[in-house]
């Protein structure tokens, strides 16, 4: 890092991996500029790695990189290289995320970050080792009205929580001809669905009530084989017709039963959470509901910028109001001027990238970071275990997350 002439902090970014990801770190880090003028940080985007010519190619002639290599490890031995993104797929997050972690460099990394949980302590302690800034692709945690939703219930404005519900349903291979990318290969990838979408739910969960304690899961894989996609081409859209069928390794939908800890502004909480990659009919209804004793409150994806809250008990009219996103709400009003004028998903990556390097800069930590990617990894690892042995499994506390926790504006109605 350096800082220019007019007092702005010039950060040098890293791109490993210029696929759909990782292009969208890229437009990130560039829109700051436009989203938050007076950041008084500027991203330079300096070195990316692909293997694959055309991609490396596209970062610097369309995603405007100095300079690209096809080995990873030159981004991280560029000394005009501050932050790293971290946009591979799944079975190198943890080699990738260790390997920037002793370069010193901070990361931003996809997740999961690991193929569960062991994967995922080791990343954690080459980061804690090297004292390096870490942050997390959990980009739902920053939509408007979840930021808003964290702080009614945090003011106990729904009373004491009594249960949540959320799901994580896509169709993205719904389709039996599906391709069978990386995603679904256990070696690759680790878990199915679990590892892919229930994990940003555990983070939404634990974003807004606090810790999960216990669990008990089911799974279950719908389609057995898929037509084989080769490594590097297509995406896990792709739907492939007269393929070669290779078998399913892992997961298509899962469930869990969630006990949330003592010590969550949820205490005592119970839930259910359910995630699919083949449900035919939402396309991504990401979604969460949290009940309690004053009201409730839910929030789905697909209507990003709406959130329908329920007041009190014993009004005269009951139901939900919906609440657009507006300004007030989270940073909102960095991009809209006003509510029903909406956000996108890409503007989530925004506000990630923009609390990434305002943390690496030495500002608020308001970031996700790799203890909050252990904790995620965890629960599903321990989802992993029940499925297979029919138990109850529990979570340890991992500390140092931005999990929602009692605080002095948390005083809870009985």
Partial sequence: MRTLADGTTEI??????????????????????????????????VHAADPAAARAEEAVQV?????ASADYREVLSDPEV???????????????????????????????????????RAVSDAADGAGVVTSIGFNYRHAPVIEHLRQIIAEGRLGRITNVRGQMFADYSADPNGALSWRFVRGLAGSGVLGDLMGHLVDLVQYTLGPIAEVTALTSTVYAERPELPMGTGTHFAVIENGVMKPVENEDYAAMLVRLSGDAVA??????????????????SYGIEIYGTEGSAFWDFERMNELHISGGRGVEHQGYTRVMAGPGMGEFARFQPGAGTSMGYDDLKVVEAKKFLEAVAGRAQLNSNIRDALSAAQ????????????????????????????GTTASRKA
């Fill in 63 to 67: 995603l405007g990189y100095e300079r």
């Fill in 379 to 406: 629960v599903v690892s321990a989802a992993e275990r029940s499925a297979e042995s029919r138990t109850w499994q529990a979570s340890a506390p991992v500390e140092g997350t931005t999990a929602a926790v009692v």
């Fill in 12 to 45: 040098g970014v890293g791109l490993i991996s210029v696929g759909w990801m990782g292009q969208l770190h890229s437009r990130a880090y560039t829109n700051l500029r436009y989203v938050y003028p007076d950041l008084g940080i500027r991203p330079r985007l």
């Fill in 82 to 120: 501050d932050v790293v993104s971290i946009c591979a797929p799944n079975f190198l997050h943890a080699e990738i995320g260790i390997a920037a972690a002793q370069a010193g460099k901070h990361f931003w990394i996809e997740k999961p970050v690991g193929r569960g949980e062991d994967e995922t």
């Fill in 267 to 284: 205490a005592g909480t119970v839930g259910t959470l359910e995630a699919s990659r083949v449900a035919v009919g939402p396309r991504a």
